[in-house]
């Protein structure tokens, strides 16, 4: 009935037809009409509208981070099954594998809606815990037991959305027998939520930038090489 208002005659009724299509949510999506060369131009116009807004619903929906709420004291393997339980993030156990003791120490923690990585790293730093970043899990996170001398994860790290920054590496060359020949190469660990998601991103159109230059990533290699002339001490980095 909505799609068909979209070519009625009255201004106001194709107006609130479309506003309506979109009010309804993403969920609407699979049952628009495909457009064709026999809809009439109103109508395709209108539905190109509502399809593309649809779609920047459900993937604002589908890329929004998970919350986490956790208050209290509680084994860390039962704060990891409540992090499950909220987000849909499953965890995998790895300490067997490595031959490491399989603690599950109490925690105690205060979380209210906070952001999966944040909560996680939190829950994670109270066992001594960490994530083995090498795993073969398709849509779950693996955790072992903390190297003794590794960092905590709180403060290592930069969040946004979905996804989990920090830097790992940073490595500076120079050519001693030609001083114009030096690299700067830092190593940056993305993690995402492992929850069902479809993300795609060319890496043509990565971008990291300091306070005054910016850097487009070169071809499909992941480990980017930048210009001889790095970023200056204290630049804050931006991953886009």
Known sequence: MLVKQLDSNQLAQRDASEKELVALGADVLEHLPVVNNRTPAEVRNRLTRVRAALLKIAVEAATRPATVSLDGEMNVLEALKKITEQTGNAFVDYRERFNQEEKNPKIKVSLEKVPFWQALDTVLDAAELSL??????????????????????????????????????????????????????LTVDVAWEPRPIVLQQPLAEVEAKDEKTSWNSMGAKVNWSFPSKGPTPGSKWIFR
């Open 132 to 185: 083995y970043d090498y795993d073969d899990e398709a849509s779950a996170l693996a955790f072992t037991n903390r190297d003794g001398a590794a960092l905590k994860r709180t403060g290592q790290a930069f969040y946004s959305g979905l996804f989990r920054l920090e830097p790992s590496r940073i490595e500076a060359v120079r050519n001693l027998k030609n001083p114009a020949s030096r690299s700067l190469r």
